[in-house]
């Protein structure tokens, strides 16, 4: 409040017009007070024991050493204070994200390794609802407008630019995505040997070697060196070929690049000496022309390698490194002798000593620097910091070659993805290595074994301290479900951000907290026999599901049943089974917290697509195990009703369905119930081999409908059960697997009918997914 107060008397004594400047630092200190003083009801997290942290092996624990922030970082003097709140020890760690839930996993998940010098870069609406939410997250916009009118270019122009003024004003700055984990301290591989004198160090794309920005890290750069300029050039060649497109097309070059491979380019000319835009003018259509460009390009260049065309990598030194040793000596299991790559190279500010190869796409800007893109440059220089020499200007060539840097692309142990394979074998995140409930049960399983830890030995941990959830299995859009399997997930926060409990995958608008359908934990983790058996098993539930309008909790098998692993899954590394029906791509362990390997379960299959996560007016959808899980805490402690199905519905001998069906009508008013139990009965008289009750799918919904209210939340606006609401227990449980015919029920067709294009669940629909 003294803030404010100083504010305002120094405004109140001016003389001259007051400043924007003056008044954005007036709104940020109101707008801290408002969430930060007047909002005592926000989340705040207890401190924890700092010496029990990782973050204690490097001293860079920042809990308790930064103040909150919110504000526009659009010039020089609010970025300043921004990282003097929000910084520790000169680092600050930025998360781009604008969707809240998203933003605020990260913002935990690194506070749990002892870092609370982050910054979240969202925009107004979001910053405000975070710290609204939770008074202690940093969060910052920027009001900048951008040339460029590529989707999204806004939030990558933003993010990128700040790397290079954050380091400017001498602070360094880790960028990384939402899909990032911290498992371990960072700092101490970061400071230390090969990695403590790189000034950049980005992560290496695994599918095209090719810088990827969901990490980047600057530290102790020049303000006027190659490590700051190859940052500010990406805006500088954005926003130059936004305003002169006209130019560029008329020479037949693109005037828009994807920012990430701008990145990329500003690499490779820093590394190679010269301003080049290799990746984005790239003919990726025409593959002769495609082959010619790579020519002129190794011509030109004569890099250390010509095989494979022309890329980074010809300009880098590759050495293995060691794993760290303090990594490596507190995970159980992981190879002692594990190594590697180090891809380094040294930096120069680029120059194009005065000639525009036309083989190499002649001139990469279209004309002098005008309207933003002076603008960026101008934004640069109002720091106060030196400029390096300018690219362009060859008389300045000699000065550019002077000023040199290194950079690295981050080894294994700071930005693996999840199907690298592992040092151990296997999928780095199916390894068991990234799961913090796994490692934490791990002590307690060896001593059951009678193999406890040694005394004095450390306690086990990840031989992992930053990962990067990169094409998890299913897709990348379970990056969220990768961090919930593996215990980064704050349900606790997570709940208060939603109020009304819309957590879920099949969450919607008029049922944040689905009605679901479930197997009785005994049916679930029984010892199926095979992955077919336990296919059709989980099949059989979702459509069950899908004609009562409830959504299916997906099951998922233990992980040390025999046909994915048995015993091997009882221990860390995880070895789970390969075969043509089970393939690691569709494989995502998950580990409870406080349980031990024995119920360690592996959500798996056709399920995971991502047609058969959204839920619509025809598709009650599903949950996946973690969800599940804090569905069931959350409907007991909110008293919203679990019930299980009568076992004879389920029952083998079809006399005894027959007559429970019978005995339904008096569940439900009018008419509807006497109906199910009709065709219940009709259906259970068929019978099957052996005595067996094959039930129609329609049939059976009918009478457990019957029994336990009417369709459920996901039924459709249209037909919606509401006047047995009151009678329908949100969770339902099945005691046994039923068993139904190939008939499909009305709500299935209506389903198939709409499952046409787009996203579509081809495990439903029985079609092949692998």
């Given amino acids: 409040m003294h803030r404010i107060a100083a504010l305002l008397t120094q405004l109140a004594g001016k003389t001259k017009p007051v400043t924007v400047n003056a008044l954005l630092r007036l709104k940020v200190e109101l707008l801290l007070f408002v969430f930060t003083v007047l909002n005592a009801a926000a989340f705040t997290e207890p401190l924890l024991n700092l010496s029990l942290l990782p973050c204690a092996k490097s001293g860079y624990c920042s809990l308790g050493q930064v103040r909150p922030f919110i504000g526009d970082v659009a010039n020089v003097s609010s970025l300043r204070s921004c990282l003097e709140a929000r910084s520790y020890r000169k680092e600050a760690i930025l998360i781009a994200e604008t969707r809240l839930v998203t933003a605020l996993t990260t913002v935990h998940n690194a506070r749990s390794v002892g870092y609370a010098h982050s910054i979240l870069l969202a925009n107004e609406e979001a910053c405000t609802r975070a710290v609204h939410a939770w008074s202690e997250v940093g969060c910052v916009w920027s009001s900048r407008q951008w040339a460029s009118q590529v989707p999204h270019m806004k939030y990558y122009l933003d993010r990128l630019s700040l790397v290079a003024r954050v380091a400017r004003l001498g602070f360094n700055l880790l960028m990384v995505d939402s899909d990032v984990l911290f498992l371990e301290d960072i700092y101490t591989h970061l400071k230390s040997p090969p990695l403590r004198d790189r000034q950049l160090m980005a992560l290496r794309d695994p599918y095209n070697g090719l810088l990827n920005c969901a990490i980047i890290y600057i530290q102790n750069a020049r303000p006027d060196g190659p490590a700051v300029q190859l940052m500010a050039e990406v805006p500088d060649r954005i926003e130059r070929w936004a305003e002169g497109a006209a130019a560029l097309k008329a020479r037949d070059r693109l005037p828009h690049c994807w920012d990430q491979m701008v990145v990329s380019d500003s690499l490779i000319s820093a590394v190679a000496g010269r301003p080049i835009a290799f990746g984005c003018w790239q003919y990726w259509n025409n593959q002769s022309q495609k082959e010619e460009w790579n020519s002129a390009h190794v011509r030109f260049f004569h890099p250390n390698q010509t095989g494979g065309g022309f890329g980074i990598q010809h300009f880098m030194t590759m050495s293995r490194e060691p794993w760290p040793a303090d990594l490596v000596r507190s995970a159980p299991g992981f190879p002692p002798t594990a190594t590697s790559e180090l891809w380094t190279a040294t930096l120069r500010v680029p120059n194009s000593q005065g000639t525009w190869p036309e083989g190499l796409g002649g001139h990469i800007y279209p004309g002098p620097r005008a309207g933003n893109a002076s603008g960026w440059i101008e934004l640069i220089k109002s720091d106060g910091q030196p400029m390096w020499p300018d690219p362009e200007d060859p008389a300045q060539a000699a000065a550019a070659a002077a000023l040199t840097e290194r950079f690295a692309f981050l080894p294994d142990w700071l930005g693996a993805y999840w199907m690298q394979r592992a040092p151990a074998g296997g999928a780095a995140g199916n390894s068991g290595y990234w799961s913090g409930p796994l490692l934490a049960t791990h002590a307690a399983a060896a001593a059951r074994a009678g193999a406890p830890l040694p005394a004095g030995a450390p306690p086990p941990a990840s031989p992992y301290a930053l990962v990067h959830v990169f094409h998890p299995p299913g897709g990348g859009h379970l990056k969220q479900l990768g961090k919930m399997a593996m215990g980064h997930f704050p349900w606790h926060l997570m709940h208060r951000l939603r109020h009304d409990g819309g957590l879920y995958l099949a969450s919607t608008q008029h049922a944040p907290v689905p009605d679901v359908l479930a197997y009785t934990p005994g049916v679930e983790g029984r010892e199926w026999a095979s992955y077919a058996e336990w296919n059709e098993a989980a099949l059989a539930l979702a459509r069950l599901a899908l004609e009562m309008g409830r959504a299916a909790a997906f099951p998922a098998p233990r992980c040390n049943v025999s046909w994915l692993g048995g015993g091997r899954n009882n221990r860390l590394p995880l070895d789970i089974t390969e075969s043509d029906d089970v393939k690691q791509t569709w494989i995502m362990p998950y580990g409870r917290p406080g349980e031990g390997f024995g119920s360690l379960r592996c959500m798996l299959g056709g399920y995971l697509a991502k047609g058969c996560m959204h839920p619509n007016w025809f ?70 081999g052996g005595g067996a009750a094959v039930w129609d799918v329609e049939s059976l919904a009918a009478a457990l409908m019957a029994a336990h209210g009417g369709l459920g939340s996901g039924g459709g606006t249209q037909d919606v059960g509401v006047k047995q609401e009151h009678t329908r227990p949100r969770l339902l449980l099945l005691p046994a697997v039923p068993v139904l015919s190939g008939k499909s029920g009305p709500r299935m067709k209506v389903f198939e009918d709409n499952s046409k294009s787009g996203d579509v669940c081809n495990w439903l629909l029985g079609k092949p997914f692998m």
């Fill in 619 to 688: 598709y009650p959808s599903g949950l996946l195990a973690p969800e599940y899980d804090d569905l069931v805490a959350h409907v007991q402690h909110n008293n919203l009703g679990v019930a299980v199905a009568d076992a004879s519905l389920l029952a083998n001998a079809p006399a005894a369905a027959a007559a429970a069906a019978a005995s339904l009508t008096s569940a439900t008013a009018g008419g509807d119930g006497a109906a199910a139990a009709a065709a219940a009965g009709a259906a259970a008289a068929g019978g099957g």
